[in-house]
T-cell receptor, first 113, second 112 residues
Framework: DGGITQSPKYLFRKEGQNVTLSCEQN?????MYWYRQDPGQGLRLIYY???????QKGDIAEGYSVSREKKESFPLTVTSAQKNPTAFYLC????????????FGDGTRLSIL | QKEVEQDPGPLSVPEGAIVSLNCTYS??????FMWYRQYSRKGPELLMY????GNKEDGRFTAQVDKSSKYISLFIRDSQPSDSATYLC????????????FGTGTLLAVQP
């Protein structure tokens, strides 16, 4: 079955620690996205990538970093500079042409220890 | 003012009721409109995708877009307990980045 796989489902971060969230898709989509979801705020765009080896900052990129070395993979690192990392993180992908809708994975819940 | 406004609810209805969910927006450049359903601790699932104004029907779901009023709606007929979820509206201007702007979501509970 084609889809987007996010792992782990739950993740805990200690003070000063960087953590990496995995996102893999087998839909052959060119574009991939990372969102953060907080209660009462909806989804906010962190980073997006339209092609391998290229990515752009979204609305709330500070304290996060990404890489796009393969078409099917778009990992997100939450760095120690992100002071309020507790949230539900969602990865999405889409076909790049024709403004096709984005499809989402099932998310990673990140909490602070 | 947020670009997209959505009543957070919760909205509680009896099984079999017709549900109306709504979003308003301020940016007249939005052309693509989506509704996603999100169950607890899951990712959003695309329900409806429409371009510009008009209606689109898919089974028990109907999406309406009124660009003149900057208002979109999702109607659910014969609602079921399995429809209990958070419903997110999203919209975009289109173009190269395909950036989506989301509403905050409406929590719906369908009572058996």
């Amino acid at each position: 079955d084609g889809g987007i796989t996010q792992s782990p489902k739950y993740l805990f971060r200690k003070e000063g620690q960087n953590v990496t969230l995995s996102c893999e898709q087998n839909l052959n989509h060119d574009a991939m996205y990372w969102y953060r979801q907080d209660p009462g705020q909806g989804l906010r765009l962190i980073y997006y990538s339209q092609i391998v080896n290229d990515f752009q900052k979204g609305d709330i990129a500070e304290g996060y970093s990404v890489s796009r070395e393969k078409k099917e993979s778009f990992p997100l690192t939450v760095t120690s500079a992100q002071k309020n990392p507790t949230a539900f993180y969602l990865c999405a992908s889409s076909i790049i042409t024709g403004n096709q809708p984005q499809h989402f994975g099932d998310g990673t819940r990140l909490s602070i220890l | 003012q947020k670009e997209v406004e959505q009543d957070p609810g919760p909205l509680s209805v009896p099984e079999g009721a017709i549900v109306s969910l709504n979003c308003t927006y301020s940016n007249s450049a939005f052309q693509y409109f989506m509704w996603y359903r999100q169950y607890s601790r899951k990712g959003p699932e695309l329900l409806m995708y429409t371009y510009s104004s008009g209606n689109k029907e898919d089974g028990r779901f109907t999406a309406q877009v009124d660009k003149s009023s900057k208002y979109i709606s999702l109607f659910i007929r014969d609602s079921q307990p399995s429809d209990s979820a958070t419903y997110l509206c999203a919209m975009s201007r289109g173009g190269a980045t395909n950036k989506l702007i989301f509403g905050t979501g409406t929590l719906l509970a369908v009572q058996p």
